[in-house]
């Protein structure tokens, strides 16, 4: 058993180690993407890059399994594809979940394998496709008038300008510098300031006037990521709902031994700010089908309907906004709706707990305990969810 512990931790380390390296290429970049702010649920719901899951890693039934979604594929393979056009183009993709992986028993030997295919119906906490966020940036007041006055400087280039070769260079570095680099107006030319100060008095540009008295120690650029994160901060706890199906085979054969349709909900019940804590209401509906041990042969006529409801308090970090802790409290209803095994009830119900804790910047580790209140039985789970959204780097805008 030692030996294929040991065997067993050496391929996660492999993939870990892939799957990480393939990751980080634009981390420096990305510092804090869009799908980092998401929940540690929300990501076990619908994952928008890749993620490897270790459950019930002390359990008797062990299973290990790789989720991603086919652009995200795609991306890896051909880094192009991080263009707007694509990004829409491809939409449906990304909404695509798909995972396959392995059963182990509790000696880590092959018990079977799974895979799932899941679909969000709506997902309105991706920002990159939000409706609310691409109409906010339309309508953004300030990037409005920073538009016209670059294109007022343009004019007075063309029409006004009558100094040197020399003194035109610099003025389009001090140009270039103020709309394509992080430099405030402040640390630029004195008459280049004065320059675009007087342009903006003429013009009556008033969200860049008040910006410049409020922020003078602030380029456009800082100013248009501060706008950004609050835009992703406005829609992290919008609504999210998928459907899926999944199945498992048997470790001998090629067959079903169970199939699975589930629903999954997760909102988020308070008004979002910045850094702050939050709950989000999440609600899993499941049908399964697995082996009717009453009867003969190998068959999927045992029907198993459940109903989770419940409530993930998200602790997050203040300075960043990322969730670093989240305690779930959720109640689950039982309804058997073939026949009963000997001594089992038609209906039960369990009381439900999950605390995960992040440990490094996409790892985390869920534990989750299952409690009946009829037979007093406990039952505990030990997780590891790897989320790899670093590739998320490659899906930046196009620098203007």
Not at 25 to 32: F, H, Q, S, T, V
Not at 120 to 126: A, E, F, H, K, V
Not at 273 to 293: C, V
């Amino acid at each position: 058993m030692k030996s294929k512990t040991i065997r067993f931790c050496s391929i996660l380390l492999l993939l870990l180690s892939f799957f990480t390296a393939s990751a980080q290429d634009n981390a420096a970049k990305m510092i804090y993407t869009a799908d980092s702010l998401k929940s540690g649920n929300s990501k076990d719901i619908l994952t928008n890059f890749f993620q490897l899951a270790f459950n019930n890693l002390v359990g008797s039934n062990k299973e290990f399994s790789f989720s991603s979604n086919p652009y995200a594929l795609m991306l890896k393979r051909n880094p192009q594809l991080n263009k707007d056009i694509y990004y829409k183009k491809y939409k449906p993709l990304r909404k695509l979940n798909f995972s396959f992986g392995m059963r182990l028993d509790s000696s880590f030997n092959f018990n079977g394998f799974t895979s799932a295919l899941k679909y969000s119906l709506i997902d309105q906490t991706d920002v990159t496709a939000s409706k609310v966020v691409a109409l906010k940036l339309k309508e953004d007041k300030l990037g409005k008038e920073r538009d016209l006055l670059n294109a007022a400087i343009t004019t007075y280039i063309q029409k006004e300008f009558k100094g040197s070769d020399s003194e035109l260079i610099v003025l389009q570095k001090n140009r270039n510098a103020l709309f394509q680099e992080e430099k405030p107006l402040d640390a630029l030319d004195k008459d280049f300031q004065n320059l675009v100060r007087g342009i903006v008095k003429e013009k009556n540009f008033i969200e860049i006037s008040e910006t410049l008295s409020r922020h003078p120690d602030k380029s456009f650029r800082e100013l248009d990521s501060l706008n950004f994160v609050q835009l992703k901060n406005s829609i992290k706890n919008n609504l999210l709902w998928t459907i899926a199906l999944s199945d498992s085979t048997y470790k001998d054969k090629f067959q079903f031994a169970n199939i699975a349709v589930v629903s999954e909900l997760s909102k988020g019940i308070f008004e979002p700010e910045p850094g702050a804590n939050n709950l989000e209401a999440n609600i899993k509906a499941m049908l399964d089908f697995s082996n009717d041990t009453t009867k003969a042969g190998r068959n999927l006529d045992r029907k198993m309907f459940s109903l989770e409801a419940g409530l993930n308090w998200v602790i997050r970090d203040k300075t960043n906004d990322r969730p670093f802790f989240e305690i779930k409290f959720s109640g689950s209803y039982y309804r058997n709706l073939g026949n009963l095994y000997q001594s089992e009830k038609r209906d039960s119900l369990t009381i439900n707990g999950t605390a995960r804790i992040r440990l490094l910047n996409d790892i985390w580790i869920p534990v989750e305990v299952r409690y009946d209140p009829k037979t007093g039985r406990l039952l505990g789970l030990l997780n590891v969810k790897a989320n790899f959204s670093g590739i998320a780097g490659l899906l930046k805008r196009k620098e203007s």
